[in-house]
């Protein structure tokens, strides 16, 4: 194996900034001259750093939303189904409302079912009442309306609800309809999100629309059921991230669009074991916003890959966290890009891998790498003090549909759990996120 010198990491901008002046006798078209002076491991260091591209650790900073928030609550006669008479200490409706109330301190409270209404002192003890639920329609539509008039995204906006409509119709439109003011609220900077969870439900007899719609014998015994709840968001620009870290602390699924790259810090390759004669260091180069670059070396081809995991890199803290519910919520794409680190720095570009052939490779599920490294091959062609290796970028781009759609989406109008409609929701979501949108997660690799 090659020894190398480790830089410490408040040097790495340093080294960035002196790339000028290490190009020692350098001239127009000499691409023989080693990018700087020193040994073949800090020149190595130097060049991957200056390709490193960071994001932005704003967005991802937790604490309270800087903009007002509003919630909208469905007041409809289904609800009532998620408020148990008997009041379980569970993880239920009240739950959510409470859990809202406390993380995002609501300025207003809407109620809607027939028409929107501002609730005054609408809290746990009003929207946790069985009684509220008195209407007998479902009219979201207006409580979009409601939102659509803050064109210039002052609030935050949290619907809250079943999403049950009587006629699939119905259904049908006001997802399409929520489809449409997500988009132009995405447009202008807000984030748009969608959660959701099993909650625990006793049917209503007589209702239309609730979950189950049973029949009155089957109402009157404690019921095991559980139905979709949801929360749809609107969030403010640069209020997307700490409306979801509130949600994903009160919902078993969270899916969000867009979502800011998550800074490189908070990103982590980490491997599961290594085969023999095949070094992982995980921190070869360390620090700065890019987080660590790993480094695999081998000394011969590898005949069994060194799989590594694309996690985040302090899931106990509030921002590993987050990044782990939104990694769980979305379905995604992985795009694989390399770049030659040699003596004619300048040269070498990103170039596209099928992530199926060659030493480094997408795993099955696309949320990693499999590296049969190439055993040194690119440094034993290099002059001794030549930087050598190639520099892997792994990414995952949101495919615009959450990864537990199909768990909630219901397949016919008669579905008595599943919500109908849900699926339109997301159809415009995918069709942008095949172009523009920025990767979810990003992490570099150096193989030699």
């Known amino acids: 194996m090659i020894a190398r010198l480790r830089h410490p990491a408040a040097c790495a901008l340093l080294l960035i900034l002196a790339a000028s002046s290490c190009d020692k006798g350098k001239g127009d078209g000499d691409a023989s001259s080693p990018p700087c002076e020193g040994d073949r491991e800090s020149c190595t260091e130097q060049v991957v750093a200056g390709w490193l591209e960071g994001a932005d650790a704003k967005p991802w900073q937790g604490g309270a939303p800087e903009h007002p928030v509003a919630i909208y609550a469905d007041r409809s006669r289904s609800m009532r189904g998620f408020l148990d008479p008997a009041y379980p200490n569970t993880k239920d409706y009240r739950s ?223 921002t590993g966290r987050l990044l782990a519910a939104m990694l769980a919520g979305q379905e995604t794409r992985a795009t694989l890009t390399a770049r030659a680190v040699s003596a004619d720095a300048q040269a070498a570009s990103w170039s596209d891998r099928d992530g199926r052939t060659g030493p480094v490779r997408l795993a099955q599920d696309g949320r990693g790498l499999e590296v049969y490294s190439p055993g040194g091959d690119d440094c034993a062609a290099a002059e001794p003090a030549d930087p050598c290796g190639t520099l892997y970028r792994l990414e995952l781009r949101p495919a615009g549909v959450p990864a537990w759609l199909a768990a909630f989406d219901a397949r016919e109008a008669a579905d008595q759990e599943r919500t109908f409609g849900l699926g339109r929701l997301f159809e415009s979501f995918q069709a942008r996120a095949a172009g523009s949108a920025p990767p979810l997660a990003r992490a570099y690799l150096l193989v030699r």
């Not at 207003?108 to 809290?123: C, D, I, P, S, W």
């Not at 007899?205 to 009157?220: L, N």
């Not at 139905?227 to 209020?239: K, N, Q, S, V």
């Not at 669009?257 to 992982?280: C, E, Y």
């Open 96 to 318: 959510v409302i409470d859990g809202l109330q406390a993380r995002l301190a609501p300025r207003k409270v809407y109620g809607f079912g027939n028409a929107v209404r501002l609730e005054a002192n609408a809290g746990l003890d009003v929207l946790g009442n069985r009684d509220f639920y008195s209407d007998g329609n479902t009219e979201m539509e207006e409580a979009l309306d409601t939102i659509a008039a803050d064109s210039q995204r002052a609030w935050s906006h949290l619907v809250v609800g079943d999403a049950r409509r009587t006629d699939p119709n119905l259904a049908n439109r006001q997802f399409v309809r929520m489809r449409d003011l997500a988009m132009r609220w995405t447009e202008k900077g807000g984030i748009f999100l969608v959660a959701v969870s099993p909650a625990p439900f006793r049917p209503v007899p007589g209702d239309p629309s609730g979950c189950h719609a049973p029949s009155a014998a089957s109402a009157q015994a404690d019921s095991a059921w559980k139905c979709p709840l949801y929360a749809f968001a609107f969030a403010a620009p640069g209020d997307g991230m700490r409306v979801a870290g509130a949600l994903t602390e009160l919902f078993q699924h969270v899916w969000a669009f867009p979502i800011p790259t998550a800074p490189g810090n908070a990103v982590a390759l980490r491997a599961d074991g290594a085969p023999q004669g095949v070094t992982f260091d995980p921190a070869w180069l360390a620090g700065g916003e890019w987080g660590n670059v790993p480094k695999i070396e081998a000394e011969a081809p590898a005949t069994q890959p060194l799989r590594l995991k694309l996690e985040p890199a302090k899931p106990a803290e509030n």
